[in-house]
Every structure is written in C-alpha cells, then in structure tokens.
C-alpha cells in the first residue's frame, strides 16, 4: 500500500534534511501527487515528520497551519528565502 512506503520512506528522512514528493515517488515507483495524497492520509499524528517534505523548488508544506517553516528552522534545516536550499538540504538517498 502506497501510504505505507511513504510513511517508511519519510521515516528515514534525517533532521535538517528534506526530500520533494517527487524523490519520495521516485524511490517507491509513484508520481509526486500520489505521495501528497498518501502524506495527506497520513496526518500528524502518526509520527511521520510531514515538514521534511516539500516542493521541488525548496517551498515547504502549506499544511498544518503553515508550521512546516517553523519546525524546519527549529532543526537547522538550511533555507534560502522562504524555501529549503534543495543543494544542501536533500536527503542524500534523494540525490
């Protein structure tokens, strides 16, 4: 089932790091609004660390009340601007 590779995948994502829906899918064989899907099903309270997902461009999840800047900031996450510095953050399995 597509939520649980997600929810394995996002998982292993490190703190201070991020990977795109589409590394996500690329990883499990799925397109990038499949993993949003299965990211939306997945909700906060599972443990899953939903903020290390974001955009192709670096833009974080609007979700969850915007809280996905806070959180990546409060992990050191580097950040250009308003979105993740894709270069130096990108989980390295994602590169």
Known sequence: MIVEEVRAVVSTIPAGR?????????????????????????GEGHGVPWWRVVHADGTPASCHGGRARELLDGEGTPMLGARVDMKRARCRWAA
Do not use: N, T
């Not at 795109?20 to 990211?39: E, K, L, N």
């Open 18 to 42: 991020v990977a795109s829906y589409g590394d996500i899918g690329r990883r499990i064989q799925a397109g990038p609004r499949q993993v949003g899907r299965a990211m939306s099903l997945l």
